[in-house]
C-alpha cells in the first residue's frame, strides 16, 4: 500500500511556543490530506481536510488560527500549532487519499505533541 | 449529523474461540462503512470496507441497513488478531467519521 510519513514522531515544547508537523506522501500524490487529533483512549476526530492549493477545511469547533494548516504540494501538507498549551497536548495523526487506491485514506504513524 | 457507536471499548475472547464486534451507526445518507485496525505500535490501517465484500484475514463484515449495523466478525480468533479496531462511516464530505474503537484481546 501506499506509504504516509509524519515528522516528527515525538515532540515537546514550552507554552506559548510553535510546533509544525509535517505529512508527507511517499510514493504518490495526494490532492486531499486529512489531520485528525487523538486523545488517549479516544477516537480520531477529525480537525481539517487539507487540499493542494486552496485553503484547509476545518472542522466545527477546530480554531484555524490556532491550527495552521498549508498544503503547498502534491506530497506535503503541514500542520502548524501556534502558540501551544498543556491542553493541545495530543496524539495527531494524517492521512493522505490515494487516488490510485480507489482514493482510499493512508495513514502516517502519528505525532505525540507534548505542551509544558 | 452521523453517528458511529462501537458499544465495547474492550473484548477479550480465547483463541479459536469466535469474535464479534459490533458497530452501529446513524447517517441520512446511503452508508459506506470501513473497518480500520491498529495493531500495537503501528499506523491506523483499512481491514476492509463494506462494498468490497470481501474477508481479509478472515474477518467479514456485512452492512444490515435494516438494523444499522456493520459489525466485523471472524469464526476463530488469532492471538495475532489482536489489536485496537476502528469502525468508520464515509461522510457525504468524502470524510472518514470513526467510532471510539474497540481493543480485542485474544487469549491463548
Known amino acids: 500500500g501506499a506509504v504516509v510519513s509524519q515528522h516528527p514522531s515525538r515532540v515537546i515544547c514550552k507554552s506559548g511556543t510553535s510546533v509544525k508537523i509535517e505529512c508527507r506522501s511517499l510514493?504518490?500524490?495526494?490532492?486531499?490530506m486529512f489531520w485528525y487529533r487523538q486523545f488517549p483512549k479516544q477516537s480520531l476526530m477529525l480537525m481539517a481536510t487539507?487540499?493542494?492549493?486552496?485553503?484547509?477545511?476545518?472542522e466545527q469547533g477546530v480554531e484555524k488560527d490556532k491550527f495552521l494548516i498549508n498544503h503547498a504540494s502534491l506530497t506535503l501538507s503541514t500542520l502548524t500549532v501556534t502558540s501551544a498549551h498543556p491542553e493541545d497536548s495530543s496524539f495527531y495523526i494524517c492521512?493522505?487519499?490515494?487516488?490510485?487506491?480507489?482514493?482510499?485514506?493512508?495513514f502516517g504513524p502519528g505525532t505525540r505533541l507534548t505542551v509544558l | 449529523a452521523q453517528r458511529v457507536t462501537q458499544p465495547e471499548k474492550l473484548l477479550s475472547v480465547f483463541k479459536g474461540a469466535p469474535v464479534e464486534l459490533k458497530c452501529n451507526y446513524s447517517y441520512s445518507g446511503s452508508p459506506e462503512l470501513f473497518w480500520y485496525v491498529q495493531y500495537s505500535r503501528q499506523r491506523l490501517q483499512l481491514l476492509l470496507r463494506?462494498?468490497s465484500r470481501e474477508s481479509i484475514k478472515g474477518f467479514t463484515a456485512d452492512l444490515n441497513k435494516g438494523e444499522t449495523s456493520f459489525h466485523l466478525k471472524k469464526p476463530f480468533a488469532q492471538e495475532e488478531d489482536s489489536a485496537m479496531y476502528y469502525c468508520a462511516l464515509l461522510t457525504g464530505a468524502n470524510n472518514l467519521f470513526f467510532g471510539t474503537g474497540t481493543r480485542l484481546t485474544v487469549i491463548p
Open positions: 492521512s493522505a487519499r490515494d487516488p490510485r487506491a480507489s482514493n482510499e485514506q493512508f
Open positions: 487539507s487540499n493542494e492549493g486552496s485553503k484547509a477545511t476545518y
Open positions: 510514493d504518490f500524490q495526494a490532492t486531499t
Open positions: 463494506h462494498i
